[in-house]
């Protein structure tokens, strides 16, 4: 598999008479770990959830490993996919949000181990198996049988992390996954995430973390206005940036 | 007093020595005893009055309240009630999840249902079902152009116990209905896409992630409900259905004992109803589970607790302490 993880053309989202995204293009290689960061509004949170079909796309062409998003085309035609291939598609790719959205009434374990039971039908003694060994990669191997309710922050989101990663993802998104933590816990959460990105996974990250974007990412892109405004190498990006735009951004939040 | 004049601790150093505890008179409330004492005159004299009206036969209450047709009443109340509510609450749910569906055909079906046996009263619809009979003397399904085809009197199909359940069951599925759909929609949106982002279908995030969350904001009112379906299925005594109210009202008209049977009646109806209230506190703490950090205790528990603080001297130290114990640092 040489050709890229992620692959946007164009692409275009209106809410209502809100145009969202302008016109996106994009490539996310694998194995690479893409940063996405601008003002709120600028569509960068939007633009995560096209990937995995959360939100349907307008107009231009989105793929994820090489087949599109939500549609098949045949000859010049676009078919919309059935739900049974959506959901098909979306189980291999893994996604941690802004507010974890851990099942409160399932114990750590139960988060990790519903959707191998239920969508890959994996066995229950395999599932749990695999879900230990998450929890234990992410830290929490003591939490096992605790509620969400009962862990921090920063454990809920490192379980929501683990719960992703049980699916086996090919691709994980990360919808600004530090921004409803206590500055203190931020640092435990990315630690989780630099480990994933030194083993190699795939990642398109919406953050405001400029720190973790710079060391872990390998491309940095800003975001403006529904348009991607300048791309590249991180460093190259935060200490020398080309456009006004990005200079004025980037003054406010470093 | 030097500890509360020099501030926050300084950093590093120990929680400072815990002050005494607060002792005040606390405020008086006069008015209170006085209410009290009022209500408690007002109700004396009430029960008083009954107890000792000369017309009333409370021999003959105590004879009727474990009388054999009576208990016969009962158990068909029950019934009638369970069979009723799992009518209620399994189309209920179905329907719900129908009127959220994107589909317009399964929403509109749903509405059409809610619409039509909200809108009309059970009474009538358990007398609709009691009387099918008089128009449609046989009641049947098949597919046209087929040999395939079933029919059955009507008689044999929907006897009285059959109505009053078709009725009360059918009717309270439409209120359950509401219910079910107002407990879906105070699920975080939030819940529905992390179950669809890791690839769970419609159904299984229904079933599995949406519903359980549900269950918090169903189970109040379908308690309600449950209660007050024990008395509605009193309803039943128009298609002669022999339960509890049925069953009192037959006796009475016998022994002339209108309002004794009324109290028996009450009587049983009260301690069903209260049965009901006591495992309903059980059935919300269980579904509260994972909503809040440590469930509360049950009344029991705090029974215990109390008799157990009442006889030791209370603690010296508060026995859950922000501070982290000396040793430990």
């Known amino acids: 598999m040489s050709g890229p993880m992620v692959k946007a053309e164009a692409v275009h989202k209106s809410f209502g008479r809100l145009e969202v995204l302008r016109g996106i293009d994009l490539e996310v290689n694998p194995k690479e770990v893409m940063c996405l960061i601008g003002p709120s509004g600028s569509g960068k949170s939007t633009f995560l959830r096209c990937i995995n079909h959360l939100e349907k796309i307008d107009a231009g062409r989105l793929s994820v490993d090489g087949e599109l998003v939500g549609y098949r085309q045949h000859g010049d035609k676009l078919y919309e996919l059935p739900d049974r291939e959506v959901c098909q598609k979306r189980s291999e790719i893994g996604m941690v949000f802004q507010h974890f959205n851990l099942f409160p009434h399932m114990t750590a374990l139960e988060n990790l181990i519903e959707a191998p039971i239920r969508v890959k039908k994996a066995s229950r003694s395999t599932a749990v198996t695999y879900a230990r060994a998450l929890l234990d990669r992410v830290g929490l191997a003591d939490k096992t049988n605790a509620y969400p309710k009962q862990l921090s922050g920063g454990q809920q989101q490192r379980v929501a992390i683990a719960r992703a990663l049980a699916m086996d993802p090919k691709l994980m998104l990360f919808d600004e996954p530090t921004s409803a933590l206590d500055p203190e816990l931020v640092g ?3 630690d989780v995430m630099r480990r994933l990105a030194q083993d190699g996974m795939t990642m398109v990250v919406v953050t405001h973390e400029m720190g973790f974007a710079r060391e872990v990412g390998d491309t940095l892109v800003f975001m403006d206005g529904g348009v991607i405004v300048e791309a590249g190498k991180p460093r190259d990006v935060l200490a020398n940036p080309q456009q006004e735009r990005t200079r004025s951004f980037l003054s406010k939040v470093l | 007093m030097t500890d509360i004049a020099s501030g926050p601790a300084a950093p590093g150093s120990q929680a400072g020595p815990r002050p005494e505890a607060i002792k005040a008179i606390p405020v008086r409330h006069p008015w209170r005893w006085v209410s009290g004492a009022l209500v408690l005159a007002f109700a004396g004299d009430v029960v008083y009055t009954f107890a ?20 016969e009443g ?22 719900a999840v129908m009127r959220l569906s994107p589909s317009p055909v399964m929403s509109w079906v749903s509405w059409i249902y809610i619409w039509f046996f909200r809108g009309t009263p059970v009474l009538v619809q358990i007398f609709f079902w009691f009387n099918l009979n008089t128009v449609l003397p046989h009641i049947g399904i098949g597919i046209p152009g087929t040999p395939l085809h079933w029919q059955e009197s009507t008689n044999l199909l929907i006897s009285a116990f059959t109505a009053a359940t078709l009725g009360l069951g059918l009717n309270e599925a439409a209120y359950m209905a509401e219910i079910v759909r107002a407990g879906i929609i105070s699920v975080e949106q939030g819940q529905t896409e992390a179950a669809q982002a890791l690839g769970m279908n419609r159904l299984q995030v229904m079933r599995r992630i949406v519903l359980p969350q549900a269950m918090r904001v169903i189970i109040p009112p379908t308690g309600n409900e449950t209660i ?4 509605t299925t009193s309803l039943a005594s128009i298609a002669a259905v022999p339960e509890l109210f049925t ?20 009587i049983w109806y009260l301690a069903m109803t209260t049965v009901l209230t006591v495992g309903q506190y059980y059935v919300e ?9 440590e469930l509360p205790p049950t009344p029991f528990q705090r029974f215990r607790r109390m008799l157990v603080t009442f006889h030791a001297p209370p ?3 508060p026995d859950v302490s922000p501070y982290f114990p000396p040793g430990r640092r």
Not at chain 2, 286 to 292: D, K, T, V
């Open chain 2, 74 to 95: 009962i158990v068909i109340t029950l019934e009638l009630t369970v069979l009723a509510m799992v009518i209620g609450i399994v189309l209920g749910i179905v329907l």
């Open chain 2, 247 to 266: 069953r009192s009202e037959q006796i009475a008209n016998f022994t002339f004992l209108v309002i004794e049977l009324a109290i028996v009646a009450s």
């Open chain 2, 52 to 71: 000792t009206a000369p017309d009333l036969r409370w021999d003959e209450v105590w004879k009727w309240l474990s009388g054999r047709l009576i208990l």
């Open chain 2, 228 to 231: 007050s379906m024990l008395k």
């Open chain 2, 285 to 293: 703490r269980y579904f509260a589970r994972g909503a809040q950090r």
């Open chain 1, 188 to 190: 435990e959460v990315l």
């Open chain 2, 315 to 317: 603690p010296a130290v």
